[in-house]
């Protein structure tokens, strides 16, 4: 089997050298069909199930379902890659993260920035973070914050929602540089809250438990993540009376939640809620 991988390159290339022998003129010329092949493929004398396809009264099988019975790997990545030493998985590799660089959490977990961390951004850039001093010290929060939320109802009785992966949104503006980190841990906070609130109000809750109606709609749905054109409502610090008050006025419908780390020209400055209700 080992010598069979080793001449796979030259197999392979000869297989991709027929699919190519015809000149993109002639090709233009040509209307080629392809049909399902009934072609037995052995592997080491064993009958495999490959899905065949004959084309011009030539029988073709796909690279990646070779690669995957014999055992190694191939992929796309704007070109065909085929990696004859690594196990199939038919995935390009993922970009490796630049050294140095803080792999924010992606389970909800808390992450508490320090002077010196650096941000991987969506455009590529390295944010380098050089200022936390008002992290839990903000002029206008009355100290740290508490715990996540607890249940006080059913939060069974909730349709399951999905956090969004972590984010990291860089600006150059004319007054400063800016960067907008994706708060998983504090999007929880807003939906735990919101949860206990749907769960106690007698217009969306029965027993503690979340009310759907007769279709199976649930009075109260929760999304962690805000369409950027949509007009969210915004504040900070954190004050659960915020939402409170929001929930009390209409509790039934779609609320959409986040949290948002600021930073400007490298230094916290809050972190930000935004809720936009439907």
């Known amino acids: 089997m080992k010598n069979r991988i080793r001449n796979l390159p030259l197999v392979l290339a000869g297989i991709l050298a027929g699919v190519m022998l015809t000149s993109g003129a002639q090709a233009a010329a040509v209307r080629l069909t392809a049909t399902r092949s009934n072609c037995a493929v052995?592997?080491?004398?064993?009958?495999?199930?490959?899905?065949?396809?004959?084309?011009?009264?030539?029988?073709?099988?796909?690279?990646?379902?070779i690669g995957a019975k014999v055992g190694f790997n191939v992929y796309w990545d704007g070109t065909?890659?085929?990696?004859?030493?690594?196990?199939?998985?038919?995935?390009?590799?993922?970009?490796?993260?630049?050294?140095?660089?803080?792999?924010?959490?992606?389970?909800?977990?808390?992450?508490?920035?320090?002077?010196?961390?650096?941000?991987?951004?969506?455009?590529?850039?390295?944010?380098?973070?050089?200022?936390?001093?008002?992290?839990?010290?903000?002029?206008?929060?009355?100290?740290?914050?508490?715990?996540?939320?607890?249940?006080?109802?059913?939060?069974?009785?909730?349709?399951?929602?999905?956090?969004?992966?972590?984010?990291?949104?860089?600006?150059?503006?004319?007054?400063?540089?800016?960067l907008y980190v994706r708060n998983l841990y504090e999007t929880r906070r807003m939906q735990y809250t919101l949860m206990n609130l749907a769960g106690t109000n007698p217009e969306t809750s029965v027993n503690g438990k979340l009310r759907y109606g007769s279709k199976g709609t649930p009075y109260v749905r929760i999304s962690l993540t805000i369409p950027d054109t949509a007009p969210a409502w915004s504040f900070w610090p954190w004050r659960d009376s915020e939402l409170t008050k929001l929930f009390n006025s209409c509790p039934p419908g779609t609320y959409s939640v986040e949290a948002w780390d600021l930073y400007k020209d490298g230094v916290y400055n809050h972190t930000e809620y935004r809720v936009y209700v439907t």
């Open 80 to 178: 065909v890659q085929i990696e004859t030493d690594k196990p199939y998985t038919g995935v390009a590799p993922k970009e490796s993260t630049p050294s140095g660089t803080v792999t924010l959490p992606n389970d909800g977990s808390q992450y508490v920035p320090k002077a010196g961390d650096v941000i991987l951004c969506d455009d590529g850039t390295l944010y380098t973070i050089t200022d936390v001093s008002r992290w839990d010290n903000n002029a206008f929060s009355s100290g740290p914050l508490p715990p996540l939320p607890t249940p006080t109802c059913d939060w069974s009785s909730f349709p399951a929602v999905d956090l969004p992966a972590p984010e990291a949104r860089h600006f150059i503006k004319s007054n400063g540089d800016y």
């Open 42 to 65: 052995y592997i080491d004398g064993q009958r495999t199930e490959l899905t065949a396809y004959m084309i011009n009264d030539e029988n073709y099988v796909r690279l990646r379902d």
